[in-house]
T-cell receptor
């Protein structure tokens, strides 16, 4: 599997529920970022977590990072219909300026 | 707020045509990127530029070239289009920090169809 692979591929929940999506990667990183993409639009940066951080919050978003397991999770609490989008994790590749994006998790929040 | 503007949202071309995709950012970012996005494959880096007239190949540069004559503008050129270049093309920019990659700011994409 490629670096920055999200799981699950698709997720459907009711409004008000929490949504959790996971990302696994293969090589060492400086940071990991999460992005959101609404249908037919570009990606929007949500949050960046550095390799020496374990948890980070931004509004209803909570991101964790476990470098020993090479994995990260994104939790969206009290989801809303407007959260319906695809979510991507992106890792840097140590020593380069490349970002490696996964294939994304498609989240659908039902009203 | 950073704005990354791509010249076209939708484009339809015929095989063999030359296509220019333009991208302009307004935040004086050093780094600019071109990706293509295909279902099931995620975003794949075509080319990257870290300064005016500087460029580096990404993962899938074949069939593409780029131009960066001014800091704010990064153009993707498809010299002779083929149907397998039908895709969503995304441009992004970021500031340069030597020690780590910074958040990227994306344009809304150009959906290119090659007939």
């Amino acid at each position: 599997s490629q670096q920055g692979e999200e799981d699950p591929q698709a997720l459907s929940i009711q409004e008000g529920e929490n949504a959790t999506m996971n990302c696994s990667y293969k090589t060492s990183i400086n940071n990991l970022q999460w992005y959101r993409q609404n249908s037919g639009r570009g990606l929007v940066h949500l949050i960046l977590i550095r390799s020496n951080e374990r948890e980070k919050h931004s509004g209803r978003l909570r991101v964790t990072l476990d470098t020993s397991k090479k994995s990260s999770s994104l939790l969206i609490t009290a989801s809303r219909a407007a959260d319906t989008a695809s979510y991507f994790c992106a890792t840097d590749s140590s020593g380069t300026y490349k970002y490696i994006f996964g294939t994304g998790t498609r989240l659908k929040v039902l009203a | 707020d950073v704005k990354v503007t791509q010249s076209s949202r939708y484009l339809v071309k015929r095989t063999g045509e030359k296509v220019f995709l333009e991208c302009v950012q307004d935040m004086d970012h050093e780094n600019m990127f071109w990706y293509r996005q295909d279902p099931g494959l995620g975003l794949r880096l075509i080319y990257f530029s870290y300064d005016v007239k500087m460029k580096e190949k990404g993962d899938i540069p074949e069939g593409y070239s780029v131009s960066r004559e001014k800091k704010e503008r990064f153009s993707l050129i498809l010299e002779s289009t083929s149907t397998n270049q039908t895709s969503m093309y995304l441009c992004a920019s970021s500031i340069f920090v030597r020690t780590s990659n910074q958040p990227q700011h994306f344009g809304d994409g150009t959906r290119l169809s090659i007939l």
